[in-house]
C-alpha cells in the first residue's frame, strides 16, 4: 500500500537502479531487377556499425545478391512440359550477414571495481581496472550461399521446393582462454574472433493439393538435413566434444562393456576399480588402463542438436467434416541420460528414492536390472555408452477433429455459423529414449514431462 521508497521502514529500506545505453547505425540499399517477367536479379548493400565496438572495428560491410530463372515462362518450355510441369524457378544466392549479439553494451570499454588499498598505513577504498579489453573485437560474419529450385506439377496439385545451403560463419565470437595463468581482476580473459565454423544442408518441402467432389485434402512433408564441420580455431583445443575437422558439439564417449556380473568379469577386464555390478568400461588403446585417452569420437552424433528433422501434415474437409493432423520428429543427436533421479550414488539426505531405485539397480537378485549397483563405483555415473541414448523420435503432435453445421439448418434459430472442433497435443511419442523428452535441452534434472492436452471449441457467428 505504500508508493514511496522512502515509507519503508529504515532496516529494510533499499533502492537502486542503473541504465545502458546501445546504438545501431545502419545503411541499407537494394536494387531489383526483372526482365521479361522471367530473369530475376537482386542486390543488397549492408553498413553496420554497433556501439558495442571500439572505433575502428564498429562498422563491417555486408553485401548479397540473388538470381532467379523461371523457367516455365520459357517458349521452348511451354512446347512440350507445361501439360505435366506447371510451373519451374531455380534460383541462386549468396550473402553474408554480421553478428554483434554475444557481446555486452558495455564489454568492450574500460571500467573499474571498487578495492582496497594500502595507503597511509591505513586501509582506504578506492578503484582498479577490472578487466582486459581485446581492442581488435569486431563482427561475427555469416557467408551463405543457397541454391534450389520451385516446382509445381499437374496445375500446381503437387508443388516441390528444394534447397542446398552452405553456410561459413568466420571470426566466431567466443570468450577466450587466453591463459591458464589468467585469474583474480582480469578474469574473465576478453572475447575474441575465434575461429570458422561451416554449416552445409539440404531442404525438402513435398505438398500435394486437390479436390474430388466435395471431398477437400492435402499432405505435406518437409525434411532437412544439416551437418556442421569447425574448420578453423585460434586457441589451444584441449580433449573434449570441440575439436578441427568435427562437427561442433559432436560425441565424444567411453564405450561399456557391460555390468560386471561376477568377479570373473572384473579380473578379465583392464583394472579400473570395479566390482560385481558395476560398469565397464573398455580399453579402447589396449595400454592397460583407463583414462581419457579410451574415449571415442562419434561424428555423426551431436548432443546438443538434432542433424534431421522431418514432419509430415495433413488435412481433409467432406460435407462439413474437417480433419487436420501434424507428425513431427528429428534424428541425429545423442545425450547422456544421466541425472540426478537415476543417480545410484544419491545423497539421501537431498534426494528420496524412487520406484526405479528399488526395482532397477544390480544386485544379486537382479542381475538383468537397468541400472549398476546401489552404492558403487564413482564411474557408474561416467559419461560412457551404458547411458548414451538415441534421441530419435516421431510424435503426434496435434490432431484436430471438427464440424461445421450447414447454414440452412441454423437460418430457424437465427444463427449464422456454428463449428464444433475438438483437438489433442502431443498424443504419443515414439522413441528409445530413456527419459521424459527427446526433445528437451537444457538441464538434465528438469523433470516436467511434455503434457499431453485436450481442446473443445464452439465457434457460434450471428
Given at each position: 500500500t505504500l508508493s514511496e521508497v522512502d515509507a519503508a521502514l529504515p532496516g529494510t529500506q533499499t533502492s537502486g537502479g542503473n541504465s545502458s545505453t546501445e546504438g545501431l547505425q545502419s545503411y541499407i540499399g537494394r536494387v531489383n531487377y526483372t526482365a521479361f517477367s522471367k530473369y530475376l536479379f537482386e542486390a543488397n548493400f549492408r553498413v553496420d556499425g554497433s556501439s558495442k565496438f571500439l572505433q575502428g572495428n564498429q562498422f563491417g560491410f555486408f553485401p548479397s545478391a540473388a538470381v532467379g530463372w523461371r523457367i516455365s515462362e520459357e517458349n521452348f518450355f511451354k512446347n512440350w512440359s507445361q501439360q505435366v510441369i506447371t510451373s519451374a524457378k531455380a534460383r541462386v544466392s549468396y550473402g553474408s550477414l554480421g553478428n554483434n549479439s554475444g557481446v555486452g553494451r558495455y564489454e568492450q570499454q574500460p571500467t573499474l571495481a571498487p578495492n582496497l588499498y594500502i595507503y597511509n598505513n591505513s586501509i582506504t577504498r578506492g578503484f582498479v581496472n577490472n578487466k582486459m579489453i581485446n581492442t581488435s573485437l569486431s563482427w561475427e560474419?555469416?557467408?551463405?550461399?543457397?541454391?534450389?529450385?520451385?516446382?509445381?506439377?499437374?496445375?500446381?496439385?503437387?508443388?516441390?521446393?528444394?534447397?542446398y545451403y552452405d553456410r561459413l560463419t568466420t571470426g566466431m565470437n567466443r570468450p577466450s582462454e587466453f591463459s591458464i595463468l589468467l585469474s583474480g581482476a582480469y578474469s574473465p580473459p576478453?572475447?575474441?574472433?575465434?575461429?570458422?565454423?561451416?554449416?552445409?544442408?539440404?531442404?525438402?518441402?513435398?505438398?500435394?493439393?486437390?479436390?474430388?467432389?466435395?471431398?477437400?485434402?492435402?499432405?505435406?512433408?518437409?525434411?532437412?538435413?544439416?551437418?556442421?564441420?569447425l574448420e578453423k580455431w585460434n586457441e589451444f583445443l584441449g580433449r573434449g566434444n570441440t575439436f578441427i575437422g568435427l562437427p561442433?558439439?559432436?560425441?565424444?564417449?567411453?564405450?561399456?562393456?557391460?555390468?560386471?556380473?561376477?568377479?570373473?568379469?572384473?579380473?578379465?577386464?583392464?583394472?579400473?576399480?570395479?566390482?560385481?555390478?558395476?560398469?565397464?568400461?573398455?580399453?579402447?588403446?589396449?595400454?592397460?588402463?583407463?583414462?581419457?585417452?579410451d574415449q571415442k569420437a562419434m561424428p555423426n552424433a551431436q548432443r546438443s542438436r538434432p542433424t534431421t528433422y522431418f514432419a509430415f501434415n495433413g488435412y481433409a474437409a467432406f460435407k462439413g467434416f474437417d480433419l487436420a493432423f501434424m507428425f513431427q520428429g528429428s534424428a541425429g543427436r545423442k545425450d547422456y541420460w544421466i541425472n540426478a533421479f537415476n543417480n545410484v550414488n544419491f545423497n539421501p539426505s537431498r534426494y528420496a528414492?524412487?520406484?526405479?531405485?528399488?526395482?532397477?539397480?544390480?544386485?544379486?537378485?537382479?542381475?538383468?536390472?537397468?541400472?549398476?549397483?546401489?552404492?558403487?563405483?564413482?564411474?557408474?555415473?561416467?559419461?560412457?555408452?551404458?547411458?548414451?541414448?538415441?534421441?530419435?523420435?516421431?510424435?503426434?503432435?496435434n490432431v484436430q477433429i471438427g464440424y461445421?453445421?450447414?447454414?440452412?439448418?441454423?437460418?430457424?434459430?437465427?444463427?449464422?455459423?456454428?463449428?464444433?472442433?475438438?483437438?489433442?497435443?502431443?498424443?504419443?511419442?515414439?522413441?528409445?529414449?530413456?527419459?521424459?523428452?527427446?526433445?528437451?535441452?537444457?538441464?538434465?534434472?528438469?523433470?516436467?514431462?511434455?503434457?499431453?492436452?485436450?481442446?473443445?471449441?464452439?465457434?457460434?457467428?450471428?
Open positions: 560474419n555469416n557467408t551463405v550461399f543457397n541454391t534450389g529450385l520451385d516446382l509445381g506439377f499437374f496445375n500446381n496439385r503437387l508443388t516441390v521446393t528444394l534447397d576478453p572475447r575474441r574472433n575465434i575461429g570458422n565454423l561451416r554449416n552445409r544442408g539440404i531442404e525438402g518441402d513435398f505438398s500435394w493439393k486437390d479436390r474430388v467432389g466435395k471431398f477437400n485434402y492435402g499432405l505435406s512433408v518437409n525434411a532437412s538435413y544439416n551437418k556442421t564441420t561442433y558439439g559432436f560425441v565424444y564417449t567411453y564405450e561399456d562393456i557391460g555390468i560386471a556380473q561376477t568377479w570373473q568379469d572384473v579380473y578379465n577386464a583392464t583394472p579400473q576399480g570395479a566390482q560385481p555390478g558395476d560398469i565397464l568400461r573398455k580399453d579402447l588403446n589396449g595400454d592397460g588402463r583407463i583414462d581419457g585417452n528414492t524412487s520406484w526405479n531405485h528399488w526395482n532397477l539397480p544390480w544386485s544379486v537378485e537382479n542381475r538383468d536390472g537397468g541400472w549398476p549397483r546401489i552404492g558403487g563405483s564413482g564411474n557408474n555415473q561416467t559419461t560412457t555408452s551404458f547411458w548414451l541414448d538415441d534421441l530419435s523420435y516421431l510424435r503426434v503432435k461445421t453445421i450447414a447454414p440452412s439448418l441454423l437460418k430457424r434459430i437465427g444463427v449464422k455459423s456454428l463449428r464444433i472442433a475438438g483437438s489433442a497435443e502431443n498424443l504419443a511419442t515414439i522413441t528409445s529414449f530413456r527419459g521424459l523428452d527427446p526433445e528437451k535441452g537444457g538441464n538434465n534434472n528438469n523433470m516436467y514431462p511434455l503434457n499431453k492436452s485436450y481442446a473443445v471449441a464452439i465457434n457460434l457467428g450471428f
